[in-house]
Structures are given as structure tokens and as C-alpha cells.
């Protein structure tokens, strides 16, 4: 039997098999002699040999391989409860005016590990022991528990009085003499179960987990920075200049390209406003813009800005994506009046054009924007709905870079010379938005409208005010046709 057990141990020390060769010695002492004896001896002394080094070193190398926060701290979950023999584990990070807060958890009978839950702390009676954490927190000082209900320091913890958990650990996360997290693990099937050779490994892993989890907090408040920066700065804006990062932009930066502008504002809102009070109107205007923005992004759009209670947004890709969008938008807003007692009308006017996208302002306070002449025209062919009564104008430019016009209930409405500008443009009205009563009217009657305005424009007054009362007669909703009507008879 002692040669067997000689040569079993010899074996098992080929092998790697660091802690069952020391459990050996342990267990037969006067069987094994000789040099095997001595090495296992000295390996004892040391307490090295109750540690698998190679898979510490393997443990610490995912640890330290893992830069995105939520994938380290379900790795580091896993990897602990595997190597210290744990049921359940928790880690705990200091989340500023909140405290400490649990933002991993797992199980050993669970093989998901819930992760960025940040889960307070303070007065968590259900999770974990308080008193363990404070100690830790306070002293910087691991904690292992054979029998958490026998520690003085911790026997009247209302968890442990009402769970009366068994073998607890508890360690600090330290990097560069900062606590920066704490890892809490539990064993309830057994006192003693983390031996102070699995305590060493936790204490191994622990200080792995101090550089990684640093480097992952960090990398993990530039993405919010950035996530953040987006919100303001459109990150199309990044993507058109060819720039990484925010912090790569720089002022005077531009790009010249083919866009279709967007101006949509909301009618009468001065009127509205007045009868909301401040936290209403932050309201109301929160509620709606936040409708329309994710159609603006559904259609490859973005929006350069808010002014107000008006959207500028850009479309690089497709003069159609931009209608679409605005037909969308004015389904939206029919949703939207279905849950208000007084409706809202907003209008939007799209032109399409080359446009200068850039940086302008100061070094110390610069900001992203669009300069043209085309967003010019987009504004004043927005508030030109005002003035005819239609809810979606847009400019010959925009209607001749679609892609297949009669698809759309499109018609011709006018040639004018928006505010500042000397040449005439042709503006199309776009049937959207209204009663379907009023929409079916104004499709049935395009061909007697477009005859009407053509009436109009050759100066033959009779024919054009016979044709507009007819349609306004028809239709009294037709507003646009009122319009002209009004003008012939004034002619």
C-alpha cells in the first residue's frame, strides 16, 4: 500500500495536482519520505500548494482581457463563485449620493449573472449582511466567516439573525490605494466552506479584479460621455465630418453636401403655452418631441436642433426619406390629439439643396450646425403653411429629387419669391394631415385645382373664380382654394 501510495503521489505531483499532493501528506505523513516528502513538505510550509496556480492565472487573464463593464462583472461573478466554492455572490460598487449599490449578482444554480442592476445598499436587510459590508468598507479589511452567527461583530446583523447564514466573505476592491468595489459571497450548506486556501485565491482574484474593474468604470464613463455628447451633438455629425470621437472635432471643421431640410413647428403654441403652466409646457413639449424624433431617425433623418417648439432636421440620404418622414409625423400627431381635449396642427415645410455642415462659434464654446441658403427656403416654406392653410409644403428642388412624384398625393400649389429672395420658386402641397372628408375632396378635385391655378396665372379672372368656387362650394375645407379664390375676386 505505501508503494502504491508513493507512486499515486508522485503521479499526482507530475501531474500539477498541487493541493491533493498536499492532502496526501496531510493525511499519511510516516508512508511518504524521501525527496517527494520534501517537496510537498516545503510546498505546505509555504502555503503555495494549496493553490492551482494555473487557474488563478487563467481566472485573472479573462478578468483582465474583459474591458466592457457589464461582461467583467458577470465574468468576475462566475469566476469567484466557481474558484472559491461560493453559492451566491454580489458586487458592489460606490455609486455617488446613493452609496454603495449592488451592480452584479449571481448563483451557482443560475447560469445567467444579472448585471448594472444597482440595487441600494443602505438599509438592504434582504440580500446581504450590512454589518459585513460596512466593515469592509470602513476598514478596507477582507472578511471570511466560518459561522456568521458565532462572530460577535456581526451576530446581531438583522440579516444574519434572519437568514443565519453560515460561511461568508467579504472583500475589498482596491486599486491604487482606492476602494473602488467590494466582493460579498455566501455559502449556507456548510460552516468553514472558504478555506484560507480559497480565501488566498479570493484575495489573488481580488486584486486582479481591482485593475480590471477600473479600467471598465472608466471605459464605461467615456461611453456615457459620448452617449451623453450625442444627445447634443448629433453623432451623424461625427460620421459626415469623419470624425471618431467628439473630441476629435475641432472649430471651423465643415462639409459641403446635397441635403433635404426640415423646419416642422407647432401652430399657435404662444397662444397654447400661455395656458400650461411651466412644468405643464416642459411637458407637453418633452411629450411631443419625443413622438416625433424616433420618425425623424426612422427615415435616416436627424435632427440638428430644437427651437422651441419647432424641429430642424436634416435627411443626407434621399429627398423621399423626408417625406416619408413628414407623412409619418402627421399620423403621430393624429395619435397625439387623441389623448388631449384641445387638437394641436403643426406645419412642415422640406426643401432640398448643398449645404455647409460644421463647427461654429468660439474655442471655448462652438457648436454644430448647418449654413445655406437651402435652410434658409426650408424655414420660410414652413411658415408659407400658415399662410394658405396646409399642413406639408415642399419646394420644386425637393419634388424634383423624388423618386417617383405621382406616388405621393402631391399638388401644385403656387410660384412665389420666399422673404428675402428675389426669384420666384414653385412651392407643392403635400394632402396630409386633414379630415379624411376634406383629403378625398381635395384628390378628386386635383385636375379642376390645377386648372383653376393655371386660370390664375394667365390673368383669365372669369374662368379661375368659376373654377375655385366650384371646388370651395364642394369642399369648404379646402382652404388653399379659398385662398385663390379670394384673390381672383379681388382681381
Aim: glycine share 6%; proline share 4%; hydrophobic share 40%.
Amino acid at each position: 500500500a505505501r508503494q502504491h501510495l508513493k507512486e499515486a503521489f508522485q503521479y499526482m505531483e507530475q501531474w500539477g495536482a498541487q493541493a491533493v499532493c498536499t492532502r496526501l501528506l496531510h493525511d499519511y505523513p510516516d508512508a511518504l519520505n524521501g525527496s517527494s516528502k520534501r517537496k510537498a513538505e516545503a510546498l505546505y510550509a509555504t502555503g503555495a500548494g494549496s493553490i492551482d496556480f494555473k487557474t488563478v492565472l487563467k481566472a485573472s487573464q479573462v478578468l483582465s482581457s474583459e474591458i466592457d463593464l457589464s461582461k467583467l462583472l458577470a465574468n468576475l461573478i462566475r469566476i469567484t463563485i466557481e474558484n472559491a466554492g461560493a453559492q451566491c455572490g454580489y458586487l458592489l460598487v460606490e455609486g455617488g449620493p446613493t452609496g454603495w449599490t449592488i451592480e452584479a449578482s449571481g448563483a451557482i444554480e443560475q447560469p445567467e449573472v444579472n448585471t448594472r442592476i444597482s440595487i441600494p445598499v443602505a438599509n438592504n436587510t434582504t440580500e446581504l449582511a450590512l454589518a459585513v459590508v460596512n466593515y469592509v468598507s470602513r476598514t478596507r479589511k477582507a472578511v471570511v466567516l466560518e459561522e456568521a452567527t458565532q462572530d460577535q461583530r456581526f451576530s446581531l446583523d438583522p440579516y444574519v439573525v434572519a437568514r443565519r447564514p453560515k460561511s461568508i466573505a467579504c472583500y475589498p476592491i482596491v486599486n491604487q490605494g482606492q476602494l473602488i468595489g467590494i466582493l460579498y459571497l455566501e455559502n449556507n450548506l456548510a460552516a468553514g466552506a472558504f478555506t484560507p486556501e480559497r480565501a488566498e485565491v479570493l484575495g489573488l482574484l481580488s486584486g486582479q479584479a481591482g485593475i480590471s474593474l477600473q479600467n471598465a468604470l472608466l471605459f464605461d464613463q467615456v461611453k456615457s460621455l459620448n452617449r451623453a455628447y450625442e444627445r447634443f451633438v448629433p453623432k451623424e455629425f461625427l460620421k459626415y465630418l469623419n470624425k471618431e470621437r467628439i473630441t476629435d472635432v475641432k472649430l471651423g471643421d465643415h462639409l459641403q453636401q446635397e441635403m433635404t431640410v426640415m423646419f416642422a413647428d407647432i401652430r399657435s403654441f404662444t397662444i397654447l403655452s400661455e395656458r400650461l403652466s411651466p412644468r405643464e409646457n416642459f411637458q407637453f413639449i418633452n411629450d411631443y418631441l419625443g413622438m416625433m424624433e424616433p420618425v425623424i431617425r426612422k427615415y435616416h433623418g436627424f435632427v440638428d436642433k430644437y427651437i422651441g417648439d419647432a424641429i430642424m432636421a436634416l435627411f443626407p440620404t434621399s429627398a423621399d426619406d423626408a417625406l416619408q418622414a413628414s407623412l409619418e409625423m402627421m399620423d403621430k400627431l393624429a395619435e397625439f390629439n387623441q389623448n388631449r381635449t384641445e387638437d394641436i396642427r403643426i406645419g412642415i415645410g422640406l426643401n432640398t439643396g448643398n449645404l455647409i455642415l460644421g463647427t461654429v462659434g468660439g474655442q471655448d464654446r462652438m457648436e454644430s450646425t448647418v449654413i445655406s441658403d437651402a435652410v434658409n427656403i426650408a424655414s420660410r416654406i414652413e411658415s408659407m403653411t400658415k399662410t394658405y392653410g396646409v399642413n406639408l409644403l415642399i419646394s420644386e428642388n425637393t419634388y424634383a429629387r423624388l423618386y417617383d412624384p405621382e406616388i405621393y398625393p402631391i399638388r401644385l400649389l403656387d410660384q412665389v419669391a420666399p422673404e428675402g429672395k428675389t426669384g420666384k420658386i414653385a412651392i407643392y402641397e403635400v394632402l396630409a394631415g386633414e379630415e379624411p372628408e376634406i383629403l378625398a375632396l381635395k384628390k378628386e378635385d386635383l385636375s379642376k385645382f390645377e386648372k383653376a391655378l393655371l386660370s390664375l396665372k394667365l390673368a383669365d379672372n372669369a374662368r379661375a373664380n368659376a373654377l375655385f368656387q366650384e371646388i370651395v362650394l364642394k369642399n369648404p375645407g379646402d382652404k388653399p382654394a379659398l385662398f385663390f379664390l379670394q384673390q381672383s375676386l379681388q382681381s
